[in-house]
């Protein structure tokens, strides 16, 4: 569910309503006047909640075991059968119909809203000692810890919460999100903007809500004009001790974990899995869905793939990605071939 300290939920409506919105059928079978309170990831969703299922292979076991009331389904559902008690809402495109239910519910989903009069909401809550410097906007029932000192010009959006005695640079936007402690923001970075996702098509584009939130754990250290976005509806988590250098992008819904470190013009996409002490290489590209170990090392301006995984323990390298030795090999082989031929 979408966390109601950034977003409004405009809801309930009616499983007519919802059906009649996204283009979804409606179910012979099933009373029209049910109620849906919000929306939901498979995995957390109650029986009064409307959550979505591509098809595909990754969600499966999410699907079989949902808890939702309601969900939107492929109209070919094909071998998935339904959990019990599920009520399944076949539509040509599942993207195309989650989007358009989540902009019934969540209408304001964007960037944010700025009603308040002054620079620092009368809702804020602004722990002991805290540094503002000039240019500071804080939105409503954002809260500050003690100690944090916040640079010139940072923004910190409706309902964000910042742990103690962290430092925020100048120019630095923070929605969405919640930091824990002795957390350091360089200058520029962009933490809890919408992800990158559409639902496309013939007619173009169609922005898909952004429903999630970042959360940065404490002593984490995220570099000049990095960006952290937010998912669609699941979180994105930054762990414990982590270290990101300077323009990293981490796409939505991505969770990195503990104590890992990752240097400059790295570029993360969504919803990947990366596990504890893992360390990235200058440039290094990781695709959507990706998974990387406990402890593995990735050389600079290596390349991951979509889905695919890395096991713990081990050092890669390449495009795409494999484990160092077998990389440094064939470099060396695709060097001696070209030695040969200008022979």
Same mark, same amino acid.
């Given at each position: 569910?979408?966390?109601?300290?950034?977003?409004?939920?405009?809801?309930?409506?009616?499983?007519?309503?919802?059906?009649?919105?996204?283009?979804?059928?409606?179910?012979?079978?099933?009373?029209?006047?049910?109620?849906?309170?919000?929306?939901?990831?498979?995995?957390?969703?109650?029986?009064a909640h409307l959550a979505f299922f591509t098809g595909g292979?990754?969600?499966?076991?999410?699907?079989?075991?949902?808890?939702?009331?309601?969900? +939107?389904?492929?109209? !070919?559902?094909?071998?998935?059968?339904?959990?019990?008690?599920?009520?399944?809402?076949?539509?040509?495109?599942?993207?195309?119909?989650?989007a358009a239910a989540a902009k019934l519910f969540y209408p304001?989903?964007?960037?944010?809203?700025?009603?308040?009069?002054?620079?620092?909401?009368?809702?804020?809550?602004?722990?002991?000692?805290?540094?503002?410097?000039?240019?500071?906007?804080?939105?409503?029932?954002?809260?500050?810890?003690?100690?944090?000192?916040?640079?010139?010009?940072?923004?910190?959006?409706?309902? &964000?919460?910042?742990?103690?005695?962290?430092?925020?640079?100048?120019?630095?936007?923070?929605?969405?999100?919640?930091?824990?402690?002795?957390?350091?923001?360089?200058?520029?970075?962009?933490?809890?903007?919408?992800?990158?996702?559409? !639902?496309?098509?013939?007619?173009?584009?169609?922005?898909?809500?952004?429903?999630?939130?970042?959360i940065i754990q404490d002593k984490v250290e995220i570099g000049?004009?990095?960006?952290?976005?937010?998912?669609?509806?699941?979180?994105? &988590?930054?762990?414990?001790?982590?270290?990101?250098?300077? +323009?990293?992008?981490?796409?939505?819904?991505?969770?990195?974990?503990?104590?890992?470190?990752?240097?400059?013009?790295?570029?993360?996409?969504?919803?990947?899995?990366?596990?504890?002490?893992? &360390?990235?290489?200058?440039?290094?590209?990781?695709?959507?869905?990706?998974?990387?170990?406990?402890?593995?090392?990735?050389?600079?301006?290596?390349?991951?793939?979509?889905?695919?995984?890395?096991?713990?323990?081990?050092?890669?390298?390449?495009?795409?990605?494999?484990?160092?030795?077998?990389?440094?090999?064939?470099?060396?082989?695709?060097?001696?071939?070209?030695?040969?031929?200008?022979?």
């Amino acid at each position: 569910m979408a966390d109601p300290r950034f977003f409004d939920n405009r809801g309930p409506f009616t499983l007519a309503e919802v059906c009649a919105r996204a283009n979804a059928t409606l179910p012979p079978d099933a009373d029209s006047n049910a109620r849906i309170e919000d929306l939901s990831s498979l995995s957390g969703a109650a029986p009064a909640h409307l959550a979505f299922f591509t098809g595909g292979g990754a969600n499966a076991e999410e699907f079989a075991q949902s808890k939702a009331g309601f969900c +939107l389904v492929p109209q !070919a559902l094909g071998k998935h059968v339904p959990p019990q008690g599920m009520v399944v809402l076949p539509c040509g495109s599942v993207t195309h119909a989650f989007a358009a239910a989540a902009k019934l519910f969540y209408p304001d989903s964007g960037l944010g809203s700025w009603a308040q009069q002054t620079a620092v909401d009368p809702s804020a809550k602004i722990g002991d000692n805290v540094v503002i410097a000039p240019g500071v906007v804080i939105g409503a029932r954002a809260e500050v810890g003690d100690g944090t000192r916040l640079g010139p010009n940072a923004v910190v959006g409706r309902g &964000v919460t910042i742990g103690r005695n962290c430092e925020v640079g100048s120019n630095v936007t923070i929605s969405h999100s919640h930091l824990g402690d002795e957390v350091l923001v360089l200058s520029g970075a962009q933490i809890g903007s919408p992800g990158f996702g559409f !639902a496309s098509g013939p007619g173009g584009h169609i922005k898909i809500p952004q429903l999630g939130r970042v959360i940065i754990q404490d002593k984490v250290e995220i570099g000049a004009c990095t960006t952290i976005d937010r998912g669609a509806l699941s979180d994105t &988590v930054i762990g414990e001790g982590t270290k990101i250098d300077n +323009l990293v992008q981490v796409g939505h819904g991505t969770r990195i974990g503990r104590h890992c470190v990752i240097v400059g013009q790295v570029g993360i996409s969504g919803s990947c899995e990366i596990g504890d002490f893992v &360390v990235m290489g200058g440039q290094v590209g990781i695709a959507d869905h990706a998974k990387i170990g406990t402890g593995v090392r990735i050389a600079a301006r290596a390349a991951m793939a979509p889905g695919a995984e890395l096991a713990g323990g081990a050092d890669y390298g390449g495009t795409p990605a494999k484990p160092i030795r077998e990389w440094i090999r064939e470099v060396h082989a695709v060097t001696m071939l070209a030695k040969r031929g200008k022979k």
